[in-house]
C-alpha cells in the first residue's frame, strides 16, 4: 500500500515537472525567436507578389515602416500561449510514451519516441491552433490597416469558429514533432558526455538540431496554415474554402517554391528558439529533481 502511494506520488511529480519544465520553454522561446516568427509569417502570407522582395527586404521595410518592436507584434498570445502550448506538449508527451513504453526495466526505444511525438502532436494541435491563430492575424497588421485592437479583441471578433479554422492543417503541422523528439533523442545520444550528462552548450544545440528536423518535415503544412490563419475574418466569401483550396491557390500562384516561402527566417529562428526551449526544460528537470 505504501509502495503504491510512493510510486503514485513519483508519477504525480514527473508529471507536474513535464509541464512546469513545458511553461518554463515555451516563454524562453518565445523571446528568442519571435522576430524571426514575425518575418516568417509576413513572408508566408504576402506571396511572391506580396510587398515583400524577400527576407532583408521584410526585415528592413518592417523595422523603417513599423519600428523595431514591430518585430514583436503579436508577442503576448505566444508569450503566455507558447508556454501553455509547451507545458502541455511536454506533460502530453511524457504520458503517451508511458502509456506506449510499459515495460521500465528496458529504455525506450527511438522508434517509440517518434510515434510518441507524433500523436502528442495531434493532441496539442487542439491547444495550438487557436492560440496561434490570433498571433498570426495580429502579426500581418501593417501601418493604416488595423482589424483589431488585441488578442481579446480578435478572439471576439472571429469567434470560436475563427479560431479553429486551421485546426487541420496545424495537426499536421505539429505531427511533425515525431522528427522534433526523435532528433533530439538522437542529438543527445551523440552528445551526451561519458557520464551520460548533458551540458547547456549541448541541449542548446541539440534543441536547434530538433528545430530544425521539426521544420524540414513540415513547413509545407506550416505556410497553408499561416494563410487560413490570416484570412480577414470578415471577408465574403472567403478566400480559401479549406486546406487543399488553399494548397491548389499556392501551387498556382507561386508553384512549389510557394510552400517554403519565410523558410529563411524560420531557419535562422530554429537554432536560438529551439535551443532556449530544451535549455529551459533541462534547467528546470534539474531545478526539481525526482
Given at each position: 500500500m505504501v509502495l503504491d502511494k510512493m510510486i503514485a506520488s513519483k508519477e504525480t511529480r514527473e508529471k507536474i515537472r513535464n509541464f512546469i519544465g513545458g511553461f518554463a520553454s515555451g516563454a524562453a522561446s518565445t523571446l528568442a525567436g519571435h522576430p524571426f516568427d514575425t518575418l516568417k509569417v509576413r513572408l508566408q502570407t504576402e506571396g511572391s507578389t506580396g510587398r515583400f522582395r524577400g527576407l532583408a527586404h521584410c526585415f528592413t521595410t518592417t523595422v523603417k515602416e513599423e519600428g523595431f518592436f514591430a518585430l514583436y507584434k503579436g508577442v503576448t498570445p505566444p508569450l503566455l500561449g507558447m508556454s501553455v502550448i509547451n507545458s502541455c506538449m511536454f506533460g502530453a508527451m511524457n504520458i503517451v510514451k508511458s502509456?506506449?513504453?510499459?515495460?521500465?526495466?528496458?529504455?525506450?526505444?527511438?522508434?517509440?519516441?517518434?510515434?510518441?511525438?507524433?500523436?502528442?502532436?495531434?493532441?496539442?494541435?487542439?491547444?495550438?491552433?487557436?492560440?496561434?491563430?490570433?498571433?498570426?492575424?495580429?502579426?500581418?497588421?501593417?501601418?493604416?490597416?488595423?482589424?483589431?485592437?488585441?488578442?481579446?479583441?480578435?478572439?471576439?471578433?472571429?469567434?470560436?469558429?475563427?479560431?479553429?479554422?486551421?485546426?487541420?492543417?496545424?495537426?499536421?503541422?505539429?505531427?511533425?514533432?515525431?522528427?522534433?523528439?526523435?532528433?533530439?533523442?538522437?542529438?543527445q545520444r551523440y552528445l551526451r558526455r561519458e557520464d551520460g550528462s548533458m551540458t547547456m552548450g549541448r541541449s542548446f544545440i541539440a534543441g536547434g538540431i530538433a528545430g530544425t528536423g521539426f521544420w524540414l518535415t513540415n513547413f509545407p503544412f506550416d505556410v497553408i496554415r499561416s494563410r487560413i490563419m490570416t484570412m480577414p475574418y470578415n471577408e465574403s466569401p472567403p478566400r480559401y474554402k479549406g486546406m487543399i483550396d488553399c494548397a491548389k491557390h499556392i501551387y498556382r500562384v507561386d508553384g512549389l517554391k510557394g510552400f517554403w516561402k519565410g523558410f529563411s527566417p524560420c531557419l535562422l529562428r530554429t537554432f536560438p528558439a529551439n535551443g532556449a526551449t530544451f535549455v529551459a526544460y533541462e534547467c528546470v528537470m534539474k531545478f526539481f529533481p525526482m
Open positions: 502509456k506506449i513504453h510499459t515495460d521500465k526495466s528496458t529504455p525506450i526505444s527511438l522508434g517509440e519516441i517518434m510515434v510518441s511525438g507524433a500523436i502528442t502532436g495531434w493532441i496539442v494541435s487542439f491547444v495550438a491552433c487557436p492560440i496561434e491563430t490570433v498571433k498570426s492575424k495580429l502579426q500581418v497588421q501593417y501601418t493604416g490597416v488595423k482589424l483589431y485592437n488585441g488578442p481579446i479583441d480578435c478572439i471576439k471578433k472571429i469567434g470560436i469558429r475563427g479560431l479553429y479554422k486551421a485546426l487541420i492543417p496545424t495537426g499536421f503541422q505539429r505531427n511533425s514533432l515525431y522528427a522534433y523528439f526523435g532528433c533530439y533523442e538522437l542529438a
